[in-house]
């Protein structure tokens, strides 16, 4: 593989590679950055991944060529403190609780302190703790070159050592910021980039699709109203009428989260547009929202973040008008509420003609890897969906684990279609007996919360381990206490399949509930479907199909983290077997034994011990 990353870079060719399990592939592409003497970004799939790479696996590899390069971790603009919004906030000194108000306190003393002002570095406020939004800005409050405090500036200090590094650590949301809508404010860096790799690449398309696109969150909205209220505190106190109209545009937002319904849900926005209870809330937040903009527009002149509070005034009206019309045909409008916030999107049908005319844009090597890109042992869905040539380079790196002894798949018999009322009370009588063999030390991974809160129901008592459940503590916190009892039962939906690392015994058994299918409910699939269709394509086998082989995949691979990991993988949904496209999936998969018989499982549970 580094061989393959060295010539694309050579070349400033496109290569696709998937890299399984246990092959090194984070080496495999640094290597040969580093020895290339390139400019280098690379993007990662979140920030956890970010600081690994950056404190952990690069340092090493350095150390180990002797390489000069110099290296550079940036993130997005709210992960910086703000020394201008701290100050502000704390003469302000508007905090809804005492614990708001603590925080506040612990995030005053790290500032006096930190040199880097990344946010990560505070252990002790959680990471979403509504203070943070307080003391770091985003891209509508930064005053920019306004700004009295820019000599301090944590993002441009960030900024400045990435234009300067031979190789950078980014994350996929902030490329695509800049890449799509010049958000962050850093369109200097890719043009000097003379090669990009993408790792944990199977999350590209929705990355994407979310920034080639138009939306708008509550949270936007919310955030102009405070900001306002705490500015006119500080540079407009005898215009208190300011702060009335800031707070009751505050309150027309919440009126449209109401008028949105109650349970959180992600729909079509023909769904709710024309019910009168949500044209009442938009016409009331047009209103509200004219009202603010009239004073912001009075204030702006005695202020820079009044100043900055009016242009986002002007912009979000803007964005909200066009969120709260009918989009093109090109385009699926649709909408996702949640306890106490929502947001209205426009998303693209198809993003690869967009992404690969941005791709042409900048004269550089790029590299694709993930664990997961290919379906059976192609990448023509990958390579469809983000618009990349067809002769682009591809490789595909098998797991060097030694899946066929260390691993058993097991199809438990007897189980009902998955759409049968009876299937997840089925399930857990199948998957009892398989928890009392492997001592609990399991993930159980469903494609529902409904299945997840009727198994976790089911279980309670069932099983003499702990039972932990996605929601009841952070993952973070969910995942050391599961290391940690080191014979627990962990019961997760989507953010669990990939990103977790359990290695050695605490994790010997996973379990997935069915195929993990996309919901056919969900706008966007739903809006590309017809498209499909319409197209005289056929949806199921050319994109629901292959979707969901990668998301299995991801799954799938909890399992086996080291060389020395053995487990069971309970794959429960009969389709495997029933139906004739199941074939694709398992072909999709490590090499393991396979059974149906528990004996088999039981059995090869106590081998497991024994070698251990």
């Not at 070349?11 to 998937?18: F, K, N, R, S």
């Not at 198809?350 to 290919?374: C, P």
Request: some cysteine.
């Amino acid at each position: 593989m580094a061989g393959a990353v060295a010539a694309a870079l050579e070349d400033h060719g496109t290569l696709i590679a998937e890299a399984g399990t246990g092959t090194g592939k984070t080496f495999a592409y640094l290597v040969p950055a580093l020895l290339s003497g390139k400019r280098v970004i690379v993007s990662t799939g979140t920030r956890a991944l970010q600081d690994q790479l950056y404190r952990k696996d690069l340092p090493v590899i350095c150390a180990a060529l002797g390489s000069p390069a110099k290296l550079a971790l940036l993130k997005g603009r709210s992960n910086y403190l703000c020394d201008y919004r701290l100050e502000a906030a704390e003469a302000a000194g508007r905090f809804r609780s005492r614990e708001q108000a603590a925080e506040f306190a612990r995030i005053r003393h790290w500032a006096a302190m930190t040199r880097h002002g990344d946010i990560a570095e505070v252990i002790d406020v959680a990471e979403d703790s509504p203070v943070w939004p307080l003391v770091t800005s985003t891209a509508d409050n930064c005053l920019g070159a306004e700004c009295p405090r820019l000599a301090d500036c944590k993002v441009l200090q960030a900024r400045r050592e990435a234009l300067e590094a031979d190789l950078l650590v980014v994350n996929h949301h902030l490329f695509f910021a800049d890449m799509a809508i010049r958000e962050e404010g850093f369109a200097e860096l890719l043009p000097g980039a003379d090669a990009v790799i993408f790792d944990e690449a199977h999350q590209l398309p929705e990355v994407a699709s979310s920034f080639f696109g138009l939306t708008l969150s509550s949270r936007q909205l919310v955030e102009l109203a405070r900001d306002t209220m705490i500015e006119q505190g500080r540079d407009a106190r005898d215009f208190p009428d300011l702060a009335e109209r800031a707070a009751q545009f505050e309150d027309r937002v919440t009126g449209l989260r109401q008028a949105l319904g109650d349970e959180g849900r992600r729909a079509p926005w023909s769904e709710v547009g024309e019910s009168a209870p949500v044209i009442d809330a938009i016409a009331a937040i047009t209103l509200a929202l004219s009202r603010l903009l009239e004073a912001l527009k009075e204030a702006a002149p005695r202020g820079k973040g009044l100043e900055n509070c009016h242009a986002r005034a002007v912009e979000l009206a803007q964005r909200f008008a066009q969120l709260t019309q009918p989009p093109g045909d090109e385009a699926v409008h649709w909408f996702e509420t949640y306890a106490r916030s929502f947001q209205i999107a426009q998303t693209p049908l198809d993003i690869a003609a967009t992404f690969r005319g941005r791709m042409a844009m900048y004269q550089a090597a790029w590299v694709f890897t993930s664990a997961t890109l290919a379906v059976g042992e192609g990448f023509g869905h990958y390579r469809h969906r983000l618009g990349l040539a067809e002769s682009a380079a591809t490789l595909k790196v098998d797991s060097p684990f030694d899946y066929a002894r260390h691993a058993v798949l097991y199809h438990p018999e007897g189980l009902p279609e998955p759409a049968a009322p009876g299937y997840t009370a089925a399930l857990i009588e199948a998957i009892v007996p398989v928890l009392e063999a492997s001592r609990g030390r399991a993930f159980l991974l469903f494609t529902s919360y409904r299945a997840l809160n009727e198994a976790h129901e089911r279980l309670d008592g069932r099983v003499p381990y702990p039972l932990l459940k996605q929601g009841s503590l952070p993952k973070a916190a969910l995942l050391d206490a599961f290391r940690r009892h080191g014979n627990a039962v962990l019961l997760g939906t989507q953010s669990f399949w990939e990103g977790v690392d359990v290695r050695g015994e605490a994790l010997s058994c996973v379990v997935i509930d069915k195929l993990p299918f996309s919901s056919p409910g969900d706008p966007v699939l739903a809006a590309r479907i017809d498209a499909m269709k319409r197209a005289g394509g056929n949806p199921f086998f050319e994109y629901q199909i292959p979707n969901a082989v990668i998301t299995l995949k991801q799954g799938v691979g909890r399992l086996i983290r080291d060389v020395d990991d053995c487990g069971v993988l309970v794959l429960a949904d009969p389709r495997l077997l029933t139906k004739g496209y199941g074939k694709l999936f398992l072909d999709s998969l490590p090499p393991m034994t396979r059974t149906r018989r528990l004996d088999r499982v039981q059995k090869f549970f106590a081998w497991a011990g024994r070698e251990r």
